[in-house]
């Protein structure tokens, strides 16, 4: 990216917005070998280092994650996410991620996995591929993916399917906020701080949105906060039915010296919350534009295509 005088690289990085990832992957870091050094408006404090060089992950991400604390700037563009694990730092980050951990593997955790994504593709994604295929209509693969993958997740998190996605393709009012909230906090990453702040402050342009968006989606979500909490009162769970938020509010404390504003904060609803929708932000995009760079590629390699089902054809 060219870097000009006073306004930097963002014009570069505006320009690209539309196809962000793509932009950001093949034409800047893959050129650049794995990091990148972005140069902001000389006001915006926009200033930093963008990696995907995997020793460099692993040396801020593990092995020196102390030195690297997110800092109040990166909570404040995260904002939605709250206390969750994506913008905690030391103590509470070390309790979260003690209990993700813990969660993550219980005895059910795996068979819920495998349980959920059989069951949206055979009531799900199938479907709606066959209907279009005998239809002979158009679908943007990429939005199918995002329902797919919302559905999956929300199943997941918190026990309840959207179904977001179906033939009809629904515009189901919190799949919509969520996804309004994620286009929220991406601008907030490629605008200088003063713009979106003043568009906070005066409630207009993406910032109207994302408090609009917010509100939506936290009622839904303590919605189904309060629910779970009323169905394990009343013992109404079935045996085999797992999901992370009900995991969540039955993991036992461990024998830990904690400090006691965070013994008290991880048994409040709002952190329910902020844990659940750290869950929901990782486990959607990240898997439905995974599955759409693989689709793309399969169709751009036919040889790869016709191994695959080559080898569907031999094992199924």
């Not at 000009?4 to 932009?23: D, I, S």
């Not at 000389?42 to 102390?66: C, E, G, R």
């Amino acid at each position: 990216m060219r870097n000009r005088p006073v306004l930097g690289m963002l014009p570069g990085l505006l320009g690209n917005t539309w196809r962000l990832h793509e932009f950001l992957t093949h034409d800047v870091l893959k050129k650049k070998r794995g990091t990148f050094e972005f140069t902001g408006p000389w006001f915006a404090q926009m200033d930093l280092i963008i990696t995907s060089d995997p020793m460099n992950v692993h040396y801020i991400s593990s092995k020196n994650f102390s030195n690297y604390p997110k800092g109040p700037d990166f909570r404040m563009i995260m904002e939605p996410l709250g206390d969750g694990v994506f913008n905690a730092d030391g103590d509470l980050w070390k309790i979260q991620r003690k209990i993700i951990h813990s969660v993550m593997k219980h005895k059910k955790f795996e068979s819920a996995v495998e349980k959920v994504a059989h069951q949206k593709l055979e009531t799900g994604l199938i479907p709606v591929l066959d209907h279009a295929s005998e239809l002979g209509t158009v679908v943007d693969l990429q939005d199918v993916l995002k329902r797919f993958a919302f559905d999956n997740i929300c199943m997941l998190v918190l026990g309840i399917n959207p179904n977001y996605l179906s033939v009809e393709f629904p515009q189901t009012v919190y799949a919509n906020a969520f996804n309004a909230m994620e286009q929220a906090v991406l601008y907030r990453h490629i605008v200088p701080k003063c713009c979106w702040k003043l568009q906070k402050w005066l409630q207009i342009g993406e910032e109207k949105k994302l408090s609009r968006a917010w509100k939506t989606f936290d009622r839904f979500l303590y919605g189904r906060i309060s629910g779970r909490k009323a169905n394990m009162e009343q013992q109404q769970e079935e045996e085999d039915e797992f999901d992370l938020l009900a995991a969540f509010m039955e993991e036992e404390e461990e024998e830990v010296k904690e400090d006691e504003q965070i013994c008290a904060l991880r048994k409040t609803d709002k952190f329910l919350r902020d844990t659940a929708f750290s869950f929901l932000g990782a486990g959607n995009d990240t898997i439905s534009s995974g599955l759409v760079w693989f689709f793309w590629l399969v169709a751009t390699h036919p040889s790869v295509e016709n191994k695959i089902l080559e080898e569907i054809k031999a094992n199924m």
